[in-house]
């Protein structure tokens, strides 16, 4: 195959499918794919776009999942100089986020990997589209999870994010674990197909298929979600298939709860855990976590500063965002991005204690809700934890705990043990004043934590 298209940000990447095209890039349904298939299905869509009217600059988005035909057209999308706004096939509230965006065509790519086109009426206008088309580069916009209100709209120059992986490093057979929309699962399917590696990818994130797939495909790297590690520990999927072929599980959108972590290298004795960091706002840095127990980690490396400014993390990034569609910015008038986690510095290491917003103030003390939550999933019994804060008169807060049962257990009996083990372990302000015994769980179809 001949080289026919050109593009600036990406000539690195089409030239390495092209070397290694015999190389399997793609599993999909049980399905490989190589690297000349992937190259020969990105000029398909170069050219459908071409003669679709679908100019370089155009706002396009992609509904769907790791599937063949979506990173193929994710790539076309790059090399046409498109700005992309990647969402997932279950996105709720898909209509709010195409008009947030501007989107001007929206690709629907079902699990069958079959897609069509939908045109819309937009007719975009800002000042970081216009930045990102008066560069001829592609862009990528990406929503926060929009948790705690109204999800952000990051806009990026896709050029700045591609540039990390440039550097070649080894790639690993990995898992595309984190879901499409988000920065962690394309930073992921870059990393992979940058380093000829080969990507696994499922609609099914259950741990039971997760574990099946790790065995047949023989996955050397599980990203995850500290959830779903937690889910995975507790379904025991993992004694029914061989998972010897994992090297690595790198963890990360939300904290890891030490408890965790301590079973996870019990059950995974020669499985290197590594804690990741990364935001919407400026891409994934490079980590190192102080050993495999720790939840320590050295953060930064090249194109990233860190400090800490009272108690919490702010970074300065070639890679940032140019800013948000639908809220302030959150820079620095000297460009640094302030996180709003709280953290801990110890010489070139950080521990991430938590958001800022999710901050427990109970009469004027500090508590975090992952310290507390982490004591509780100690307990026997206790399948899911979320800990948060409600309104006092008397204490302006107080901590409340809201607890997912593995097991049916005596209510009463229960919470006077969950009582009993905190007292023995806590401080007396961060005791929950009130335990809720809720059959439902605790995390979203993301695989993340449900904060409240």
């Not at 009426?121 to 916009?141: E, H, R, T, W």
């Amino acid at each position: 195959m001949n080289m026919v298209m050109k593009n600036k940000s990406i000539d690195f990447l089409l030239e390495r499918f092209l070397e290694n095209d015999a190389n399997e890039a793609i599993v999909y349904n049980e399905l490989p794919y190589s690297y000349a298939w992937l190259y020969e299905r990105i000029t398909y869509f170069n050219k459908y776009l071409v003669e679709n009217m679908i100019p370089p600059g155009s706002v396009v988005a992609i509904k769907g999942d790791f599937t063949p035909n979506s990173i193929a057209l994710f790539f076309g999308l790059v090399v046409n100089n498109c700005i992309i706004v990647p969402l997932t096939i279950e996105k709720k509230n898909e209509e709010k986020l195409l008009n947030i965006s501007g989107a001007q065509f929206l690709f629907s790519i079902d699990i069958n990997d079959e897609f069509n086109r939908t045109d819309l009426a937009s007719v975009p206008a800002n000042d970081f589209y216009k930045q990102i088309n008066g560069a001829c580069n592609p862009g990528l916009v990406l929503f926060s999870s929009g948790t705690s209100g109204e999800p952000k709209c990051a806009v990026h120059d896709f050029s700045r994010l591609l540039k990390k992986f440039q550097e070649k490093k080894k790639a690993l057979r990995t898992l595309n674990f984190l879901l499409f929309d988000h920065w962690g699962g394309l930073n992921t399917m870059l990393h992979i197909l940058s380093n000829n590696g080969t990507v696994i990818s499922t609609k099914d994130r259950t741990p039971r298929n997760v574990s099946r797939l790790i065995e047949k495909h023989k996955i050397e790297l599980l990203p995850a979600s500290p959830t779903f590690l937690n889910l995975l520990l507790l379904s025991e999927a993992y004694t029914d298939f061989d998972l010897s072929s994992l090297r690595i599980i790198s963890y990360g959108t939300e904290p890891m709860l030490p408890s965790t972590l301590e079973r996870l290298k019990i059950v995974f004795p020669g499985v290197k855990l590594l804690q990741t960091y990364g935001l919407i706002e400026l891409g994934v840095l490079n980590s190192k976590s102080e050993n495999d127990e720790s939840l320590w980690v050295k953060l930064g490396g090249g194109g990233y500063q860190l400090r800490v400014v009272d108690g919490l993390l702010e970074i300065k990034a070639e890679s940032a965002m140019l800013g948000y569609l639908n809220a302030p910015s959150p820079f620095t008038s000297d460009g640094w991005f302030k996180t709003g986690d709280a953290v801990e510095v110890q010489g070139e290491y950080f521990r991430i204690l938590g958001r800022k917003s999710e901050l427990i103030n109970v009469g004027g003390e500090k508590v975090y809700p992952a310290e507390i939550e982490n004591v509780i999933h100690e307990i026997a019994n206790v399948a899911e934890v979320t800990v948060y804060g409600e309104k006092s008169p008397i204490m302006g807060m107080i901590v409340v705990a809201k607890i997912r049962l593995s097991q049916e257990e005596e209510k009463k009996a229960f919470i006077q043990r969950v009582k009993s083990f905190c007292r023995a372990r806590l401080e007396n302000y961060k005791i929950p004043v009130k335990i809720v015994i809720d059959a439902e769980v605790q995390y979203s179809d993301r695989l993340k934590k449900k904060r409240v």
